[in-house]
């Protein structure tokens, strides 16, 4: 085998994922998109927001089933299983994720695109709930939001096929315990809190008390030095001194560390690498930016002239094309 093609954030652009995949070689037969000599690792978050969801979760769902891919837990798999799953007796929670209007908002496309498909959906469910958290694969590392070794060790002993149980999933809804931080890491990665009374109001249509934090800035000193996302903090918040707290807190993935590949942070325009040895891939697809790609062949010091993408168009919302597979 040749080597790994990492695809980032999909978000329902199910058509734009399989012109990515021809682009890449792989070709269609007997409904699995197959390249002789490669297979293909997805990043997470195949669903919620884009117009072809189904399409995107059954591409990747057969060829991980057919040995022709692997895939990583992205937090909005996670958000859907928490979703659906009864809250515990006791618990005064009709479901693990509590249906606000704020959560309802984010999986409301999927659950229309599913509503005629009631078996399929569940049988998606179910198989989300086999999606490892992190994956550690001939010398690279894949995990959706940020790779904390200390916390990867503590699940990998709870839990040695890196999957959640049950028992698992609902802790992690349980905010201060260990599930619910490792969850929280590995999947939506770190965040820093905003000065009370102050929110960024996102792209998005959110409005939110907290930034997304990178993790790979050895020594950072201000807000500055780690906040990656695309919004901006408001006003002259860049130059805000990290506190001790908030800097113990934050992971770090140092540049001896082997090749490291992440999605979830919305980057924007022309894919870069952030470091060395990490690349991270998801291109705000649904936003019509690019679905990307990241070809591994083995390097320990990645390239950007590795990456691979295609612009989401305006079209994604029109009907099927003919190379696209007619999974009804």
Request: overall charge negative; aromatic content about 10%.
């Amino acid at each position: 085998m040749e080597g790994y093609d990492l695809i980032g954030d999909v978000h329902g652009c199910g058509a734009t994922l399989a012109a990515l995949l021809e682009k890449l070689g792989y070709h269609q037969r007997s409904g699995v998109y197959r390249h002789p000599r490669r297979k293909v690792i997805f990043l997470g978050d195949l669903i919620d927001r884009g117009p072809r969801i189904r399409l995107a979760v059954n591409i990747a769902k057969r060829m991980v089933e057919q040995g022709e891919a692997y895939i990583v837990m992205g937090n909005h798999e996670y958000n859907a299983l928490a979703y659906t799953h009864p809250g515990p007796p006791g618990s005064h929670k009709r479901w693990l994720r509590e249906h606000t209007p704020r959560h309802n908002r984010i999986i409301q496309d999927t659950l229309e695109q599913y509503r005629d498909y009631t078996n399929e959906w569940e049988d998606t469910l179910a198989w989300f709930k086999t999606i490892p958290l992190c994956l550690e694969i001939d010398g690279i590392r894949v995990v959706h939001a940020c790779w904390d070794q200390a916390l990867i060790d503590e699940f990998k002993q709870r839990r040695p096929d890196q999957c959640m149980d049950t028992s698992f999933l609902v802790e992690s809804t349980k905010p201060g315990t260990q599930a619910y931080k490792i969850l929280d890491r590995l999947t939506r990665g770190p965040h820093v809190s905003l000065p009370e009374g102050i929110a960024i109001h996102s792209g998005d249509g959110f409005t939110r008390k907290s930034f997304r934090a990178h993790f790979w800035a050895k020594d950072p000193q201000q807000w500055g030095d780690v906040v990656f996302q695309p919004d901006n903090l408001p006003g002259d918040l860049e130059t805000h001194a990290l506190s001790n707290e908030e800097r113990q807190q934050l992971s770090y993935y140092g540049p001896d560390q082997p090749p490291l590949f992440i999605g979830h942070y919305w980057c924007e325009g022309i894919p870069a690498l952030p470091a060395r040895n990490i690349a991270c891939l998801d291109y705000s697809a649904v936003k019509y930016g690019r679905l990307v790609a990241y070809r591994w062949n083995g390097e320990a010091t990645l390239n950007a002239d590795h990456f691979v993408w295609i612009k989401v168009p305006k079209e994604e919302r029109a009907l099927p094309r003919s190379w696209e597979i007619d999974f009804d």
